[in-house]
C-alpha cells in the first residue's frame, strides 16, 4: 500500500484531482475556470472561488479561464464585465488569453441543442411558463408529461428553428430536455433549456432571441474549453446528473463537475441581489461603499489582496454550509497590515495642549520607528513645537479609576516625544475644555527620564503648526445582527442596517509626513488602527481617510482562549 504523500491534509477537492492524475482521466492535466455572471460586482466569496480555481491552477501547473456566464441578457452589464476583471487582477491573478464569454459559444449551443432534437432527447414545449410549473410535480409527487412531449423529430426542428428566426413572442415556446418527468430528481423533469427572450444582449446585440438556460449552457461550456475540473457551489449538487445527461447524451468532453460549500460571513448579506438592492436604494455608496463586502469595497476600506487571499486560505473548502465569523477576515488583514503598514500619528478629536516652558520658536525633529516589526523600513523625523494637539480622550479632568493619561497634575509621555505634566485646563464659556496648559521636562527627550521615573501613559500627538487637516471615517458592521438574513422574508435584512456603520469625523489632525501620502498607501494610526487613503475622495488639498480596521483582534483573543 501506498499512500500520496502530498495527500496528507489536502482537501477534498485537491485529492480528487489526485485520483484523476493517478488514474490518468484527465491525461494529468488540471484546466478550472472561474465563471461568474456579470450581473454585479465580485462579493469576498468569489474571492474564494477565484483563489480555488485560480489557486489549484497553479499548484498543479494547469490553467484557470475566466469565463463570463453571460446567458442573462436583461441582467448583465458591461460596467460587470470590467469590474470582475479588475477585481480578479487585483486579487493577484491572471488568466492569460484565457478570457472567455458563454455568448461566445451560442451558435455552438445552438448546435448542440438541435443535436439533442434529432436524438429525440429535447421537445419543444408551447404552454406558459406557469403552466409547465404546474405540471413539474413536488418533492414527494412525479411530474406530469407535455401534451408536446411527443412532438415529431422534425416538428421540432421546425418549431425550434423559428424560434430563432423570431418568428413567436417572448414565452410562446420553450425547449425542454427530454429526460424523466417521474425522476425523483426535479432537476431532471424535463428541465427547459432554451427560451424566448426578444431582448439585446451586451455582446451579440440583436443576433439572438433566444437563451440557452444555464444548466444546459455551463456543461457545454465547460466542454468546449476542455475544462478538467469543475468547481462550483454546493446548491449545484443537485444539478451534478444533469450536468452528467447533457454531456454524455450528446457524447461530447466531459469534465468533473465538483461542489464545496460557499462562504457566508458574519454581519454580512453576500447574494448579489441583495448587494444590489442596498446600492439601488441608496443605503451605501454604490458598489464599492467600504462597508460593502465586495472585492472593490474591501479594497477602497484598505484591504490587501495578501490578506484576502490568506484568509481564503484558511478558511479552506468544506463539503457543508458554514458560516464564518468576520473577525477572522479581519484577523487576517491585521495580521498583514501590521508587517506592512508604516506606523504615524493622526488625531482624530483633537485638542490642544501648550508647553508654557517651551519656546515659542522652537521646532525640534524627533526621530520615530516607521515600523516595529520591519526594521527595513527605517525611521522619519516628526516636528515637535510649544502648541500640540491630542486626542480629547487622552485627557479627563476627573480621571476614573486606571486611567493612565492625562489629567491635572498628572505626567504622561508623549510618543518619541517628551514627558509632559498637565498643569492647568482652560475652558470655554460652556464649560467645555478648550486647551490643555503643560509643562515638559526637557531631559526626557526620546521618551526615558534619567532619574529612572516611569510614567504609565503614552500618547501620541500632532505638532499644530506643522498638523495637516483630514476626513476620517469610521466603519462598524453594515448590519446589527450576526446574521442578518435570518428573517427570510424579501427585505427582511433590510430592517437590521446598522444606522452607526458610518461615523464621518471632517476635522481630524495628521502628521505632516501624510501630505504626501499614496492612494494605495496603508498606515498605522498609532492607538486607532489601520488607515487608507481613500481613493474615490481624497484630493491633495482635502485628505480623506478610511479606517480599515481597528487595532483590537477579538479573533487573536478568542484564539488564544481556546
Ligand atoms: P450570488 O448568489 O452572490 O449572486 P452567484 O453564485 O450567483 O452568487 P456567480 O457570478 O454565478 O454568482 O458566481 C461565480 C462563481 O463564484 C460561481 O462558481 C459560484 O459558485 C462562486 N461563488 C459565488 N458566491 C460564492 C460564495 N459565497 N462562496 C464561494 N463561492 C461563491
Ligand atoms: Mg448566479
Redo the contacts with the bound molecule.
Sequence with gaps: MTTEPTAQGQDFIRRMINEHNRNGRFEGRVHTR????P??YL?I??A??ICLNFGIAAEYGGLCNLRF?DTNPTKEETEYVASIQEDVRWLGFDWGDRKFYASDYFEALFDYAVALIRKGKAYVDSRSAEEIRGTRGTLTEPGTDSPYRERTAEENLDLFTRMRAGDFPDGSHVLRAKIDMASPNINLRDPVIYRILHAPHHRTGNSWCIYPMYDFAHCLCDSIERITHS???LEFEDHRPLYDWFLEQLEAYHPQQIEFA???LTYTV????KLLKLVQEGVVDGWSDPRMPTISGLRRRGYTPESIRAFCERIGVAKRDSTVDIALLEHCLREDLNLRAARVMGVLDPLKVVIENYPEDRVEELEAVNNPEDPAAGTRLVPFSRELYIERDDFREEPPRKYFRLAPGREVRLRYGYFITCTDCVKDEKGEIREIRCTYDPQTRGGAAPDGRKVKGTIHWISARHAVPAEVRLYEHLFTAPDPEEAKEEGGFMDRLNSRSLTVLPSCLVEPSLAAAAKEGRYQFERQGYFCLDAQDSRPDRLVFNRTVTLRDSWAKMEKKA
Design positions: 472561474f465563471p461568474p455572471e450581473n454585479g462579493h466569496g468569489h474564494k472561488s456566464d468547481i462550483c457551489t460557499r462562504l457566508n453576500m447574494s448579489k441581489r
